[in-house]
């Protein structure tokens, strides 16, 4: 299985920034266990703090990958862009949240990307990157 795991803006902060929500883990950290746990299957790791990267690295992930786990951070919230680049490839997409966003500010509970998505894991801390990994081979 090829796995695309793509992360977005202030995701590259991750174990520096707000520890007590996002962990203390580098995403470095976090995507080295990924790869571990994924040792049989392909795994590739892309970040970007720019909208425009995320959508490319969405549409550069056609024929190529079976499935995307995106946290997309604060854009999950408000890019149209990101949503319109999921719904023009056929590669399903798992949207994933490190921090239950619905336990946390209103503006968080909202997500433009969700209705194109395969399905949205929240609140499981890094786990949630695995749990949405393992949903394609399901
Ligand atoms: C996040 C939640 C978003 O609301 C926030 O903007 C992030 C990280 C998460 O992983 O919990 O940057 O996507």
């Known amino acids: ?13 991750t174990g520096l920034r707000e520890k007590g929500v996002y962990g203390t883990q580098t995403l470095e950290e976090i ?3 990924i790869s571990e746990y994924f040792k049989g299957d392909t795994c590739e790791f892309y970040q970007s703090n720019i909208e425009g990267e995320i959508c490319t690295a ?7 990958f079976d499935g995307i786990i995106l946290n997309a951070g604060a854009f999950t919230h408000y890019s149209y ?4 680049a999921i719904a023009s490839v056929e590669v399903p ?9 619905h336990a946390r500010e209103e503006f968080r509970k909202n997500s433009v990307i969700s209705e194109v998505c395969k399905g ?5 801390g890094k786990n949630g990157y695995i749990l949405a990994g393992e949903s394609f081979k399901l």
């Open 31 to 33: 995507n080295a266990e």
């Open 81 to 84: 862009a990101i949503r319109d």
């Open 120 to 124: 949205v894991i929240c609140g499981f």
């Open 58 to 64: 969405i549409q550069n992930a056609r024929g190529k």
């Open 93 to 101: 997409v798992v949207e994933v949240h490190i921090s239950n966003v």
């Open 1 to 13: 299985m090829k796995l695309l795991f793509v992360n977005g803006v202030n995701l590259n902060m």
